[in-house]
């Protein structure tokens, strides 16, 4: 259920541009999930593209790009599920949304060092739609991600390490966090 937040400095994509971004965007989303090329999948890969107006982005306490390489200046926050990813996966992510900034602006590789991307991963219990909390295993069920797969054999793996290490300090039940009846309390 990854949500990619874009900015970028006004005028630096058109509307055709945004549209191209967007699209690729979505299809590194569709393998973030696991290759989840399905309506549930799909439906959760969401793109916000917002402009920043001249004089509002700072790099290097100047507004005026001195400090800016060739491709411009974008920052990337990626909204994911924590616990979806191993870091080689996070590293891979981070690589492909570069790629595709590069690709729609028509920049090359060595010009995107002002492409910062930025995962932020929401707690389990943290997210919700419709009204309704909702766990990293509903979210495999809708986008078709099998739960006996290797992948989701590393989600389990991350959660029950992380139920021992709450045990271990001694959270009590109920401090949410972990996927349900991870901690063997419901």
Known sequence: MPIMDVRYPAGRLDAAA????????????????????????????TVLLTEVPAGFWFVGGRPDGTHVSPSGAFLVHVSIPEGYMDQPT?????????????????AA???????????????????????RTISLASIADTVGLSKSGDRFAWVRDYFAAKARA??????????????????GRG
């Open 166 to 183: 709450f045990a271990a300090a001694g959270y009590p039940a109920g401090t949410g966090g972990l996927l349900p009846g991870a901690d």
């Open 90 to 106: 996070k590293s891979g992510v981070q690589a492909d949304v570069t790629a595709a900034i590069l690709a729609t602006i028509g």
């Open 18 to 45: 945004r549209q191209a971004l967007a699209g690729r965007l979505t299809e590194v989303m569709i393998q973030m999930e696991g290759g989840a090329n399905t309506e549930g999948g799909r439906a959760f890969a």
């Open 109 to 131: 590789p060595e010009d995107g060092h002002s492409i910062q991307v930025i995962l932020d991963e929401v707690t389990e219990g943290n997210w919700a739609a419709g009204g």
